[in-house]
């Protein structure tokens, strides 16, 4: 039982074998496997479902599903309950008219799961209760809260079964059930329990949460079980490994471990300050990582709240835990997020419980309702500003032509923002009719005070984000034709406007040199990254006049893996790419086009003014093996993180390369041209070197020499 | 003051203590069999031709004043002989067949390019001048160190050792710590594989050991000809009588450094047989007590 690693250590063996045993089952697809069998319930047998309002029929499905959903309890599991319904991988409620999901389920939100730590169940249904009595409330009103009560209730019956099926076998958890999720939970193993049984029951109903932050949740209850000793903190590492193991039960057979395919946005967040300023970080902040330490679990990805007095203590284990590669550990730059949410408004206190929405995008959990637009920079420079598609148009300056596209691009911008607001409010601004999702709106606060569900103006916040994708490409190509045409005068304007209709065909020698002679965005030049700032800065201010509204509309950075849906769409671009070429995630460096090493990359990101980026910029760094090994290599990543927090950066995912990216890198030289290896004190681009000496680099550091 | 540069690596991880920038000058009066970085050695210009790069546009034919490129059949000749290194053909290719094995490069300029990564090096990291033979630049080499530490950043020196013991002092005043070469220790062997004996570099490490610096030894393993019992427990000696020792790194040969060889019009180097298995690396790191 090897768990992956593309360190040149194995990963420490802390846990029970036991433990480990069933990790290895769950992550080789073992209950993902059940869940694509068990499918969805049918409604076809309801009598009238048909005819049914949809908040009456989204009652009976959660109810139906409640009672029929394959109940599962693996021997020996610390905590009980399992989303066993595979049609809720799919992003459906898991109940079917017909063979047909009825409804869609939510994601992109993490819940209030710290109300039910603290109230229970009940506590919340009695909150709703009382919102029942406001006399002001609407039929409409009245249905939605009656509806929240419904979901509860089903909760109940599902948690029922549960208690029945456990029986006398298991005294311990079946007396803890008995309290949790229903009652407040008293100690860190019913903690565990509540949060573990509500979170599978949301996904049960099809939905996609994040969790938020877990260490703080939890914290208390751990602290006050070890002063009281009761429990250990070998133990605690044991209770909180199951609660990772069972989130991967919907890793199916043929997803490879650690491809990230698995991930349903289950995403948490770890340390970082609380309400009043504290720092976050306990007991429960460290056995977490020493589980995705040695489990490699990557279903959970996990981002840390970092800020200039993070404890080293801190900072090294996630170091330590970064260079297995995988890219289960991601940081925030906290300080920078606070003053940006603070910016947009919100209360300080407030911005300080920001996590994310089960990505990486910023928002205050559990008050939040949250999409995100992505929009294609690049094609509105291209095709809107440029014209590639048809008679292309012409431009005398660079001013000339930025204005142009910085018209198209707003254009662009307000569209999306135009678009939802029409399909979000109707002429009065009332919040529009959405498809039901009472077991999301429950645990958002707000829902039950107005009457309204997740999607209809229920939460506290209701944001839609638009995200810019290709603002890289964007600078990138604003550049090249300033120096090639205006600088330079190697082509003309029109001239280079054909050679892009043709995809560069004829003028190879003006295409190796646009590639190969220009310094891009990413290596820390002023010049070259002027252009791709001033794209991220001047796209910041794009959604100023939807201020005040009720939709908030923050703008971020962000491409996810669209680049590559994006691909076969776009024209080529002056710097050189063909057209279908695979450019620039999130805010990341083209491909190919940063020679300088990571903290290039983080300087060049950092000049834009990233805290205009409301709900979050990403940036993606590659290490090879050999920058990260030994005690120097735990430094470097420390350093890399602490200088990104100094420089004013949002988010970075570190990753590490391993042989198998090498080989991958061989396979694909372009995305992979300035990877760079260092052995023995000898340097050189992984892509310049023959095959025959690739093939060495390879064996050497699958070596570990 | 400007100084020939082969690279500046950023974001340096094993060159010395915390995150560092690296500066490889050109030159070295070492001539080793093995040499890994090989456009470091020779002072002076030399052309980097990458064939496998070349698209055949004969912009370079069109840039040299010499016809030092010629094209017949579509294959592209370059002819070191008429070649004036006038750089003009560099210049004009678009895909960096054609580059200049180094850049003359200020001194500020240097400095500045490492102060742009302040953010990342802490207390510990800072600048690493290598090469070639950092001290081959004379007293150039440690006016940049000076400036270096001026500027705030610690400063780290890879050396092969073989420089005039009059920069001793001066470097001992400029280097907080030495990452030291040890090619051999027979002195004989010595001779043969790099050009000469080894007892200037011993008499300018023990010179150095006087002052408060720290160093690391850093010894290429090359098998068949210095990864033996003996070559292993000399270190071990070595190291154990120096003050200021820190540790002993081991750097298993590659053959790597042929392929930038070739780009600079050499043969030979790529010997295969020179490169030391994991468990001969393993041996000689028992043998001198690491
Ligand atoms: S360096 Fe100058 S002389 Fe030599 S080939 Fe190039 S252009 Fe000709
Ligand atoms: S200029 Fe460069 S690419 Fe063009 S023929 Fe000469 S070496 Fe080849």
Same mark, same amino acid.
């Given at each position: 039982?090897?768990?992956?690693?593309? %360190?040149?250590?194995?990963?420490?063996?802390?846990?029970?074998?036991?433990?480990?045993?069933?990790?290895?089952?769950?992550?080789?697809?073992?209950?993902?496997?059940?869940?694509?069998?068990?499918?969805?319930?049918?409604?076809?047998?309801?009598?009238?479902?048909?005819?049914?309002?949809?908040?009456?029929?989204?009652?009976?499905?959660?109810?139906?599903?409640?009672?029929?959903?394959?109940?599962?309890?693996?021997?020996?599991?610390?905590?009980?309950?399992?989303?066993?319904?595979?049609?809720?991988?799919?992003?459906?409620?898991?109940?079917?008219?017909?063979?047909?999901?009825?409804?869609?389920?939510?994601?992109?939100?993490?819940?209030?799961?710290?109300?039910?730590?603290?109230?229970?169940? !009940?506590?919340?249904?009695?909150?709703?209760?009382?919102?029942?009595?406001? /006399?002001?409330?609407?039929?409409?009103?009245?249905?939605? !809260?009656?509806? $929240?009560?419904?979901?509860?209730?089903?909760?109940?019956?599902?948690?029922? =079964?549960?208690?029945?099926?456990?029986?006398?076998?298991? /005294?311990?958890?079946?007396? =803890? &059930?008995?309290?949790?999720?229903?009652?407040?939970?008293?100690?860190?193993?019913?903690?565990?329990?509540?949060?573990?049984?509500?979170?599978? %029951?949301?996904?049960?109903?099809?939905?996609?949460?994040?969790?938020?932050?877990?260490?703080?949740?939890?914290?208390?209850?751990?602290?006050?079980?070890?002063?009281?000793?009761?429990?250990?903190?070998?133990?605690?590492?044991?209770?909180?490994?199951?609660?990772?193991?069972?989130?991967?039960?919907?890793?199916?057979?043929?997803?490879?471990?650690?491809?990230?395919?698995?991930?349903?946005?289950?995403?948490?967040?770890?340390?970082?300050?609380?309400?009043?300023?504290?720092?976050?970080?306990?007991?429960?902040?460290?056995?977490?990582?020493?589980?995705?330490?040695?489990?490699?679990?990557?279903?959970?990805?996990?981002?840390?709240?970092?800020?200039?007095?993070?404890?080293?203590?801190?900072?090294?284990?996630?170091?330590?835990?970064?260079?297995?590669?995988?890219?289960?550990?991601?940081?925030?730059?906290?300080?920078?997020? &606070?003053?940006?949410?603070?910016?947009?408004?919100?209360?300080?206190?407030?911005?300080?419980?920001?996590?994310? !929405?089960?990505?990486?995008?910023?928002?205050?959990?559990?008050?939040?309702?949250?999409?995100?637009?992505?929009?294609?920079?690049?094609?509105?420079?291209?095709?809107?500003?440029?014209?590639?598609?048809?008679? /292309?148009?012409?431009?005398?300056?660079?001013?000339?032509?930025?204005?142009?596209?910085?018209?198209?691009?707003?254009?662009?911008?307000?569209?999306?923002?135009?678009?939802?607001?029409?399909?979000?409010?109707?002429?009065?601004?009332?919040?529009?009719?959405?498809?039901?999702?009472?077991?999301?709106?429950?645990?958002?606060?707000?829902?039950?005070?107005?009457?309204?569900?997740?999607?209809?103006?229920?939460?506290?916040?209701?944001?839609?984000?638009?995200?810019?994708?290709?603002?890289?490409?964007?600078?990138?190509?604003?550049?090249?034709?300033?120096? $090639?045409?205006?600088?330079?005068?190697?082509?003309?304007?029109?001239?280079?406007?054909?050679?892009?209709?043709?995809?560069?065909?004829?003028?190879?020698?003006?295409?190796?040199?646009?590639?190969?002679?220009?310094?891009?965005?990413?290596?820390?030049?002023?010049?070259? !990254?002027?252009?791709?700032?001033?794209?991220?800065?001047?796209?910041?201010?794009?959604?100023?006049?939807?201020?005040?509204?009720?939709?908030?509309?923050?703008?971020?950075?962000?491409?996810?893996?669209?680049?590559?849906?994006?691909?076969?769409?776009?024209?080529?671009?002056?710097?050189?790419?063909?057209?279908?070429?695979?450019?620039?995630?999130?805010?990341?460096?083209?491909?190919?086009?940063?020679?300088?090493?990571?903290?290039?990359?983080?300087?060049?990101?950092?000049?834009?003014?990233?805290?205009?980026?409301?709900?979050?910029?990403?940036?993606?760094?590659?290490?090879?093996?050999?920058?990260?090994?030994?005690?120097?290599?735990?430094?470097?990543?420390?350093?890399?993180?602490?200088?990104?927090?100094?420089?004013?950066?949002?988010?970075?995912?570190?990753?590490?390369?391993?042989?198998?990216?090498?080989?991958?890198?061989?396979?694909?030289?372009?995305?992979?041209?300035?990877?760079?290896?260092?052995?023995?004190?000898?340097?050189?681009?992984?892509?310049?070197?023959?095959?025959?000496?690739?093939?060495?680099?390879?064996?050497?550091?699958?070596?570990?020499? | 003051?400007?100084?020939?540069?082969?690279?500046?690596?950023?974001?340096?991880?094993?060159?010395?203590?915390?995150?560092?920038?690296?500066?490889?000058?050109?030159?070295?009066?070492?001539?080793?069999?093995?040499?890994?970085?090989?456009?470091?050695?020779?002072?002076?210009?030399?052309?980097?031709?990458? +064939?496998?790069?070349?698209?055949?546009?004969?912009?370079?034919?069109?840039?040299?004043?010499?016809?030092?490129?010629?094209?017949?059949?579509?294959?592209?000749? #370059?002819?070191?002989?008429?070649?004036?290194?006038?750089?003009?053909?560099?210049?004009?290719?678009?895909?960096?067949?054609?580059?200049?094995?180094?850049?003359?490069?200020?001194?500020?300029?240097?400095?500045?390019?490492?102060?742009?990564?302040?953010?990342? #090096?802490?207390?510990?990291?800072?600048?690493?001048?290598? *090469?070639?033979?950092?001290?081959?630049?004379?007293?150039?080499?440690?006016?940049?160190?000076?400036? +270096?530490?001026?500027?705030?950043?610690?400063?780290?020196?890879?050396?092969?050792?073989?420089?005039?013991?009059?920069?001793?002092?001066?470097?001992? *005043?400029?280097?907080?710590?030495?990452?030291?070469?040890?090619?051999?220790?027979?002195?004989?062997?010595?001779?043969?594989?790099?050009?000469?004996?080894?007892?200037?570099?011993?008499?300018?490490?023990?010179?150095?050991?006087? #002052?408060?610096? @720290?160093?690391?030894?850093?010894?290429?393993?090359?098998?068949?000809?210095?990864?033996?019992?003996?070559?292993?427990?000399?270190?071990?000696?070595?190291?154990?009588?120096?003050?200021?020792?820190?540790?002993?790194?081991?750097?298993? #040969?590659?053959?790597?450094?042929?392929?930038?060889?070739?780009?600079? *019009?050499?043969?030979?180097?790529?010997?295969?047989?020179?490169?030391?298995? @994991?468990?001969?690396?393993?041996?000689?790191?028992?043998?001198?007590?690491?």
């Amino acid at each position: 039982m090897e768990f992956y690693t593309c %360190f040149d250590r194995k990963r420490p063996v802390r846990l029970d074998d036991a433990t480990r045993a069933f990790a290895w089952e769950s992550l080789h697809g073992k209950y993902g496997q059940e869940a694509v069998r068990n499918g969805a319930i049918a409604m076809d047998g309801e009598e009238g479902f048909a005819a049914l309002p949809p908040l009456a029929q989204y009652d009976l499905c959660i109810r139906r599903i409640a009672e029929r959903a394959p109940l599962r309890l693996v021997p020996g599991e610390h905590i009980c309950g399992a989303a066993t319904l595979g049609a809720a991988m799919t992003h459906h409620v898991p109940a079917t008219l017909g063979g047909e999901p009825v409804f869609y389920s939510v994601s992109h939100v993490t819940l209030g799961f710290d109300h039910v730590l603290t109230l229970g169940m !009940d506590g919340i249904a009695q909150e709703v209760r009382s919102c029942l009595n406001n /006399p002001d409330f609407t039929p409409e009103q009245r249905a939605l !809260d009656e509806s $929240l009560l419904s979901a509860i209730e089903s909760m109940r019956i599902w948690h029922g =079964r549960y208690l029945e099926a456990i029986g006398e076998t298991q /005294p311990e958890m079946r007396a =803890r &059930l008995k309290r949790v999720p229903f009652a407040p939970a008293q100690d860190f193993r019913q903690a565990l329990q509540s949060l573990w049984f509500t979170f599978a %029951f949301v996904r049960l109903c099809g939905n996609w949460p994040g969790i938020g932050r877990i260490d703080q949740m939890l914290g208390k209850y751990l602290e006050a079980d070890l002063k009281r000793g009761a429990i250990t903190l070998e133990e605690a590492r044991e209770w909180l490994a199951h609660f990772f193991i069972k989130g991967c039960e919907w890793i199916e057979k043929d997803t490879p471990v650690g491809s990230g395919d698995a991930q349903h946005y289950q995403n948490l967040v770890l340390a970082g300050v609380d309400e009043e300023g504290k720092e976050v970080a306990n007991e429960v902040t460290y056995l977490i990582l020493d589980v995705v330490e040695e489990l490699g679990i990557s279903d959970f990805p996990i981002t840390v709240r970092v800020n200039p007095r993070t404890p080293e203590r801190l900072l090294t284990r996630v170091a330590q835990v970064m260079r297995h590669g995988g890219g289960v550990l991601a940081v925030y730059n906290e300080d920078l997020i &606070l003053d940006s949410l603070a910016q947009h408004g919100y209360p300080l206190k407030e911005a300080r419980r920001f996590a994310n !929405d089960g990505c990486w995008e910023v928002q205050i959990p559990g008050r939040t309702n949250f999409i995100y637009l992505p929009l294609d920079a690049l094609r509105a420079l291209l095709i809107d500003t440029l014209h590639l598609d048809g008679e /292309p148009a012409h431009f005398d300056s660079m001013a000339q032509l930025y204005a142009a596209y910085d018209a198209a691009m707003r254009r662009v911008v307000e569209d999306a923002c135009d678009r939802t607001l029409r399909d979000r409010l109707d002429g009065d601004g009332n919040f529009r009719k959405k498809q039901p999702c009472s077991v999301v709106s429950l645990l958002e606060e707000g829902c039950a005070q107005r009457g309204r569900s997740y999607h209809e103006g229920g939460p506290i916040y209701t944001v839609v984000s638009p995200h810019i994708g290709g603002a890289p490409d964007v600078g990138n190509s604003l550049y090249a034709i300033d120096r $090639l045409v205006f600088q330079e005068k190697r082509v003309g304007f029109d001239e280079l406007m054909r050679v892009l209709q043709r995809n560069w065909e004829g003028a190879e020698a003006l295409r190796q040199y646009a590639l190969n002679r220009i310094t891009y965005y990413g290596n820390d030049c002023d010049e070259a !990254d002027a252009y791709t700032v001033r794209v991220l800065n001047d796209f910041a201010g794009m959604t100023k006049k939807y201020d005040g509204g009720p939709i908030r509309f923050p703008t971020g950075v962000s491409t996810f893996g669209r680049q590559i849906e994006w691909a076969p769409f776009r024209a080529a671009t002056p710097s050189g790419r063909r057209k279908g070429d695979v450019l620039s995630g999130n805010a990341s460096p083209t491909p190919g086009t940063d020679a300088q090493g990571a903290t290039a990359v983080i300087r060049s990101f950092c000049k834009a003014d990233l805290k205009r980026q409301v709900t979050g910029a990403a940036l993606d760094v590659k290490l090879h093996l050999s920058a990260v090994r030994g005690e120097e290599g735990v430094a470097a990543l420390i350093a890399l993180i602490r200088g990104f927090v100094a420089l004013g950066g949002y988010f970075m995912q570190l990753d590490v390369m391993d042989a198998e990216a090498l080989r991958a890198a061989q396979r694909d030289p372009e995305t992979y041209k300035t990877l760079s290896v260092r052995v023995s004190g000898w340097n050189a681009r992984f892509v310049t070197l023959d095959k025959q000496w690739q093939d060495m680099v390879i064996a050497r550091t699958a070596q570990e020499i | 003051m400007k100084l020939p540069v082969t690279r500046i690596q950023r974001f340096s991880t094993h060159d010395g203590a915390g995150v560092r920038t690296v500066v490889f000058l050109k030159g070295c009066p070492l001539r080793c069999a093995w040499c890994h970085n090989p456009e470091t050695q020779r002072m002076g210009r030399e052309m980097m031709y990458a +064939a496998g790069k070349c698209i055949g546009c004969r912009a370079c034919e069109a840039a040299c004043p010499r016809g030092a490129h010629l094209f017949s059949n579509g294959a592209h000749v #370059y002819d070191r002989s008429a070649c004036a290194l006038c750089m003009a053909c560099a210049d004009a290719c678009p895909t960096q067949a054609l580059t200049p094995a180094a850049q003359e490069m200020e001194a500020e300029e240097m400095i500045s390019i490492a102060l742009r990564d302040r953010a990342f #090096y802490g207390r510990e990291g800072g600048i690493t001048l290598s *090469g070639g033979e950092p001290t081959a630049q004379g007293e150039a080499a440690v006016k940049l160190l000076a400036m +270096a530490k001026a500027a705030g950043m610690t400063t780290a020196m890879e050396t092969c050792g073989h420089f005039a013991p009059a920069l001793v002092a001066p470097l001992a *005043g400029t280097v907080d710590e030495f990452l030291w070469d040890v090619k051999d220790t027979d002195p004989a062997r010595h001779k043969r594989y790099v050009g000469v004996d080894n007892a200037q570099i011993l008499r300018n490490l023990r010179a150095l050991d006087q #002052y408060e610096v @720290r160093i690391v030894l850093r010894c290429i393993l090359v098998r068949g000809v210095n990864l033996n019992t003996a070559h292993a427990r000399a270190v071990r000696e070595l190291f154990a009588s120096l003050r200021h020792g820190v540790r002993v790194d081991l750097l298993p #040969y590659h053959p790597f450094g042929s392929q930038k060889g070739e780009q600079l *019009g050499r043969e030979g180097g790529g010997r295969t047989d020179w490169i030391p298995t @994991r468990e001969e690396v393993e041996d000689f790191r028992r043998e001198a007590g690491l």
